[in-house]
C-alpha cells in the first residue's frame, strides 16, 4: 500500500524555523519526483515546493525562495522541507505528494501528482 506521511508541523514564532519530513511506504521513493503543497484556510492548496526523482531539479514558489530549501534522503526513503524565516502567511496545512519521476510538465501543479499524504499544520504565530 502506497503511503505517504508527513511530520514536523507545529507552532512557530515569526522568523523561526521547521523541517517537514515526508516518509513514504510502499513504493520506492528514488523513483518518484516529491512535491510540497500547503492550504491556508479559506483558500486553494498551492504548490511549494519540489524535486526530481535524480535530484537533479529542484523548484521553488516565489513567496518561499531564499527561506525554504527541498532535499532527499533516498537510503531512508525520506523527503525534507527545511523552512527558515518563518512568516504568518506561512500558515498552512503542508502536504507532500509523489508522482513517478524525474520528467516533470507542471512541478508545482496539484493535479502533476498521483499520490498524497494526510498533512501537518504549520502555524506561525507569535
Known amino acids: 500500500q502506497v503511503q505517504l506521511v508527513e511530520s514536523g508541523g507545529g507552532l512557530v514564532q515569526p522568523g523561526g524555523s521547521l523541517r517537514l519530513s515526508c516518509a513514504a511506504s510502499?513504493?520506492?521513493?528514488?523513483?518518484?519526483?516529491i512535491g510540497w503543497f500547503r492550504q491556508a484556510p479559506g483558500k486553494e492548496r498551492e504548490g511549494v515546493s519540489c524535486?526530481?526523482?535524480?535530484?537533479?531539479?529542484?523548484y521553488y514558489a516565489d513567496s518561499v525562495k531564499g527561506r525554504f530549501t527541498i532535499s532527499r534522503d533516498n537510503a531512508k526513503n525520506t523527503v525534507y522541507l527545511q523552512m527558515n524565516s518563518l512568516k504568518p502567511e506561512d500558515t498552512a496545512v503542508y502536504y507532500c505528494a509523489a508522482v513517478p519521476g524525474p520528467t516533470m510538465m507542471f512541478p508545482l501543479f496539484v493535479y502533476e501528482y498521483n499520490y498524497w499524504g494526510q498533512g501537518t499544520q504549520v502555524t506561525v504565530s507569535s
Open positions: 524535486i526530481s526523482s535524480d535530484i537533479v531539479s529542484t
Open positions: 510502499g513504493f520506492t521513493l528514488e523513483d518518484y519526483n
